[in-house]
């Protein structure tokens, strides 16, 4: 299927003209149920290993392919409030745990659906809401029962759980080298202190370079920068490098000239200046740098030649207009200090690493920069065909990334494929009589709801949904709780054995982020612009209006 920009207006879930409509009551309810419909819509082909892709095409005339739920909705012209709101939420969600955007919309749409009706038997938004929040407490405290621990050592629940994240990615033959290299990234960032695990993501650097494939991508233990040495004649590889972080540019200032009175009458006294020039050079740039010892420059800004031919001669490595996010990381990684200039350089600002390296990729060259004392950096060098390629594996290796990081949260997992909706469906079904009235209703409908998932997952992958629900259903009343339905094979299988998992917090994340979006759309009882509001507001009757001079006088 194929998004359009231009050709959006169907995706364009507005209502009317939101500039001049008001909307009131169950319309408006209505309203935004119909817009976050129409999300769910589009994305729900996307849904689990199965799932389709979509291709949009930009307004720059770009086109990319993906199926990655955050990537979709920010490329859509939505209008509609209430769409987004969603697509905020979808976004929180990415941007807290970086998975099950697709998830979210599907379960926020089908929680208002069936919102939807019981408004129309005459339940109020609010009772609706507070037993939504029940069937959700039930949910999350049992969901907690049903998981299983993970450790660090075990590194084929690692894999697995990147597998799965991975599962809807076009990688490939690449699959198992993609997900090798992002479990040996995760182990290789995190700490362990006073057994808690930190992990700070910033500590992964990706750097895609179009040539080759994917199984060529590779994993470095440092820093890659992408730029090479400033000149041909500097070294190409140092050992035991000492590393100066400048951010000004290594030249010399006008100042200088404006000192240095000289006045030229022939072709000797140019030379003489160069001379002069070389000299200042050499003694302030390139004999400072071998004074304190630095074998290598790393420079914010432009290095002249002249500088770049002396640094040359006295096999000092210097690359030139560094990034200042990659000087900052830098700084992390090599325990070194970040200068304005030259002059304020002392020995201890120096960064170290074992081995700073030019290595030529294809007809680009990069800088590996190995082994650094201070942080636990690592660098992914994607390798694909394609741009477009390469901005799909980036996602992908993300979202591989990210699941390691939300398990490390609460080492704990549950059984993916439609497993952990169905079984807490289930319970909450089993659970519903602790509560009174009509909030039963809607904590039944919340149940309902999550079999979506399942669901979709079945119909995605071209298996009879009904059929498949129905055998699911009695199996997890039967307290099999782990099974659900693997689309590859299209059988019904124990999760845990088909190694089909998703981290506890993924899933938690995901109920809390529907139902956080579910309850502030069912609030939501009125449309309007400020302006139109006041418009509507009575006018005074003319002779209520006491005249002009009248007033005055008073
Ligand atoms: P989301 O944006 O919500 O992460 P995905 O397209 O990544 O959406 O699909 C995630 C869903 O796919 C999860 O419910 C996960 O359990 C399920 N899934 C992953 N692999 C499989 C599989 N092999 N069989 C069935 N379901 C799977
Ligand atoms: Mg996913």
């Known amino acids: 299927m194929s998004i359009f920009r231009e050709k959006l207006s169907f995706y364009r879930v507005y209502v009317e003209d939101p500039s001049r409509v ?40 770009e086109w990319f392919i993906t199926n990655d739920g955050t990537t979709i909705l920010r490329n859509i012209d939505v209008r509609h409030p209430a769409a987004q709101l969603l697509v905020k939420a979808a976004e929180a969600q990415d941007g807290e ?44 405290k049992r969901m907690r029962e049903l998981a299983k621990p993970a450790s660090l050592d075990n590194l084929e629940i690692l894999k697995k759980i990147c597998e799965t994240s991975l599962s809807n990615k076009t990688l490939g033959f690449a699959k198992k080298h993609m997900i090798k290299i992002a479990v040996d990234a995760f182990l290789h960032i995190i700490e362990q202190r006073e057994g808690k695990i930190y992990v700070d993501k910033e500590n992964i650097l990706v750097v895609k370079k179009p ?37 000004s540019p290594l030249k010399i200032e006008k100042a200088w000239y404006q000192k240095t009175e000289i006045v030229v009458k022939s072709m000797t006294d140019i030379k003489q200046i160069l001379d002069e020039e070389n000299r200042f050079l050499r003694e302030n740039i390139v004999e400072k740098l071998l004074k304190i010892g630095a074998n290598v420059v790393l420079c914010g800004d432009a290095i002249c030649e002249g500088v770049q031919y002396l640094l040359a ?59 650094c004392p201070r942080a636990k950096s690592v660098s992914i060098l994607l390798r694909a065909g394609s741009r477009r390629q390469l901005d799909e594996a980036e996602r992908a290796f993300n979202d591989a990334i990210m699941n390691l990081i939300t398990l490390t949260d609460e080492m704990k997992y549950v059984p993916g494929g439609g ?7 289930s319970i909450i079904r089993r659970e519903v009589s602790n509560y009174q009235g009509k909030e039963q209703m809607a904590i039944m409908a919340f149940a309902d709801s999550l079999e979506a998932i399942p669901r979709i997952l079945a119909e995605n992958s071209g298996l009879d949904s009904v059929k498949i629900l129905m055998k699911l259903r ?69 002779k209520d209006v006491p005249p002009a001079s009248e007033s005055k006088k008073k």
């Not at 309203?31 to 994305?43: D, H, K, P, Y």
């Not at 900052?328 to 200068?339: D, E, I, S």
């Not at 497993?419 to 469906?425: Q, S, T, V």
């Open 211 to 247: 040539g080759k494939s994917l199984r060529e991508s590779l994993l470095v233990e440092g820093l890659i920068l992408d730029k090479g040495v400033a000149h041909p004649l500097m070294p190409k590889r140092i050992n035991d490098a000492k590393i100066a972080l400048i951010s």
């Open 419 to 425: 497993a952990i909706e169905m079984a807490l469906a």
């Open 22 to 61: 008001r909307l009131r009551g169950m319309a408006t309810v209505r309203s935004n149920i119909m817009a976050v419909n129409t999300l769910a819509e589009l994305l729900k082909t996307t849904l689990g290993p199965r799932g389709m892709d979509k291709i949009v095409v930009e307004t720059s005339g």
């Open 97 to 140: 745990v970086g998975d099950g955007t697709t998830s979210v919309v599907i379960l926020a749409a089908e929680l208002l659906n069936r919102a939807d009706r019981l408004l129309q038997l005459k339940l109020h938004p609010n009772i609706i809401i507070k037993g939504y929040k029940h069937a959700l407490d039930i949910a999350l």
């Open 474 to 542: 009695s199996l997890h009343e039967k307290g099999e709780h782990h099974y659900g339905v693997e689309a590859i094979s299209k059988r019904i299988m124990d999760m845990f054995k088909a190694g089909i998992i998703e981290p506890l917090k993924l899933k938690e994340q995901i109920l809390k982020s529907a139902f956080e979006i579910v309850s502030t759309l069912l609030r939501i009882d009125e449309i309007f612009t400020g302006l139109e509001f006041f418009e509507e507001l009575p006018k005074p009757e003319e």
């Open 313 to 371: 001669k006295a096999k000092i490595m210097a690359v030139k207009r560094v990034g200042i996010s990659d000087l900052w990381r830098l700084t992390k990684a090599t325990g070194g200090k970040l200068v304005a200039s030259l002059k304020e350089l002392t020995e201890a600002d120096l960064g170290k690493a074992q081995l700073v390296e030019e290595v030529k990729i294809g007809p680009d060259k990069l800088l590996f920069i190995k082994g």
